[in-house]
């Protein structure tokens, strides 16, 4: 008994203290830098191995290791999803507004993209819906292509679909995007290219409409329909 006793303190001390553990491991959790879903060169001649690896190794680790510093510093947002942040994004500080934009921007731009020739071809869902919208499908990658060519500075162009089911074609500043709560416009990004100098310079040096125009050929359109089946659920 006597023993017993002895040893139950720091029994329950230990139980104690892996719960504790436990509730605080989801608050304490840390946003990741996904990995490239294909080697860093698989995308060239399109965009180059070395821009992909300063891309997705340098700057969007960043905008991950920044959100974190910046979560860090607000208790009130531990634990929160990127997209809860985004939603709210107007009542947060810049610090989160940017590096949370940065993460999700990315995150989605590598899952859009596929080596030239794996990307396949829009749904039959998709395609309709695109041509309900746009005419075309050339006709919306035009419409595209002009939004992102006429975003002055750094930014994004997006194919969204609106809360209708509607789709449209926007473009947002620095790292903003649809989801957030500061844009004109929002929805869904099924579909976001990336205009900061950073995704083309080393390749393309001040030829953005070229790299636009050449940016079609890695895009992955299973799962940009995926992504849009997904939307309407
Ligand atoms: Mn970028």
Avoid: C
Avoid at 45 to 69: C, F, R, S
Avoid at 138 to 160: D, K, P
């Amino acid at each position: 008994m006597t023993t017993s006793r002895r040893f139950s303190r720091p029994q329950g001390l230990t139980a104690l203290l892996l719960i504790a553990l436990a509730l605080a491991a989801p608050l304490a959790r840390a946003f990741d830098l996904p990995p490239l879903p294909y080697a860093h060169n698989a995308l060239a001649p399109v965009v180059d191995e070395q821009t992909m690896q300063i891309h997705h190794g340098k700057h969007h680790k960043a905008y991950v290791d920044n959100l974190n510093a910046a979560v860090a510093k607000e208790p009130a947002l531990q634990g929160k999803s990127l997209e809860d942040l985004l939603a709210g994004i107007s009542k947060l500080p810049p610090a989160v507004r940017n590096n949370a934009g940065g993460h999700w921007n990315h995150s989605q731009f590598w899952a859009v993209m596929a080596p030239a020739g794996d990307g396949g071809a829009p749904s039959a869902e998709l395609l309709t819906a695109i041509q309900q919208s746009f005419g075309s499908l050339e006709a919306m990658q035009e419409q595209f292509n002009q939004a992102a060519a006429a975003r002055f500075g750094s930014g994004w162009a997006w194919l969204i679909r609106r809360l209708d089911g509607s789709l449209a074609i926007t473009s947002t500043a620095n790292q903003d995007n649809p989801l957030m709560d500061v844009v004109t416009e929002r929805g869904i990004p099924l579909l976001g290219n990336d205009v900061w100098e950073h995704a083309y310079y080393l390749q393309y040096q001040n030829r953005r409409a070229d790299y636009l125009e050449a940016w079609w050929q890695v895009v992955d359109w299973q799962a940009v329909s995926s992504r849009y089946a997904a939307a309407g659920k």
